[in-house]
């Protein structure tokens, strides 16, 4: 795989994270992540086809939204953020932020990852966001989401989960760790990310077969509840997938170019409060 597909207009990378140099990371920073400024980001958009992006906060920067707010000026309304925040952030950061093209809070659950938010700060915050319409942006080790599924499923407003569940040990589709998550699903305004199968895939590139298989599985049962996302830089991975080879994996997952459609556009705009019908198309000069 080497050249990207054709993509339709206002087509969203839903899980982009910007390293720049300018900003130094925190102190609870797991990993020193390659310069990947926002400058190379564009580049890789335009050559995918991507009209617009969600940016999400790394954790390297920890409560520190500087090189993410940074970042959403540049791409102005082609954009929009999740931050971390701190669980007693006050209302008119929130606004800040929402000013600034937030649309989301990072909760990063896995063990060592980094994350600062815990659990029991997600229903108070989320009760929070919800106002504001913006998105829980949800990574946990999907093998622990029956423990979970209650309390997600009791969150008011948006609720995304990265990256096909992140299930550590990839599982069968009739596992049921996979059948909550299809269970969240369910729900009004739940999503999931069909991103990064290269994190936790045993079989490998090229096509990942074990994450792949519960990818097809939710687009068949879920496609109004799928979001695509490239994941780059792909950080702490080596060695770094091709990122048009990652694009390119959506039309194996999802072979109705109706339904790409949808992954691509509508349900990114819902999920992020994208514009779906703006004036002036993103990165129109």
Sequence with gaps: ???????????????????????????TATFKPPHS?????????????????????????????????????????????????????????LARLHAAGVRGVRFMMLAGSG?????QALPPLAARMAPLGWTVNLQLDG????????????????????????????????????????GVLDAPQRWVKLSAPYE???????????????????VASHPGCCLWASNWPHPNFQPRPADADMLALLYGWAPDESTRRRILVDNAAAAFGFDPHPVTPPGTP
């Excluded at 926002?38 to 940016?55: C, H, P, S, T």
């Excluded at 994350?115 to 659990?119: R, S």
């Design 1 to 27: 795989m080497t050249n990207a597909p054709l993509l339709p207009p206002l087509a969203c990378d839903c899980h982009v994270h910007i390293y720049d140099e300018r900003f130094p990371l925190a102190g």
């Design 37 to 93: 400024p926002l400058a190379a980001y564009r580049q890789v958009q335009r050559g995918l086809g991507l009209q617009r992006a969600v940016l999400v906060q790394p954790m390297g920067y920890g409560l520190n939204n500087r090189c993410l707010l940074d970042a959403l000026a540049q791409l102005g309304d082609a954009a929009r953020g999740v931050a971390v925040v701190a669980p007693d952030v006050g209302d008119a950061e």
């Design 115 to 119: 994350g600062v938010l815990p659990w």
């Design 143 to 182: 093998r622990d989401l029956p423990q979970y599924k209650a309390l997600v499923d009791a969150l008011p407003g948006k609720v995304v989960i990265d990256h096909i569940g992140k299930f550590i040990e990839p599982v069968s589709v009739q596992h049921p760790a996979f059948k909550a998550l299809q």
């Design 200 to 218: 936790t895939s045993r079989l490998g590139p090229p096509v990942y077969a074990d994450v792949a298989a519960l990818a097809c599985a939710l």
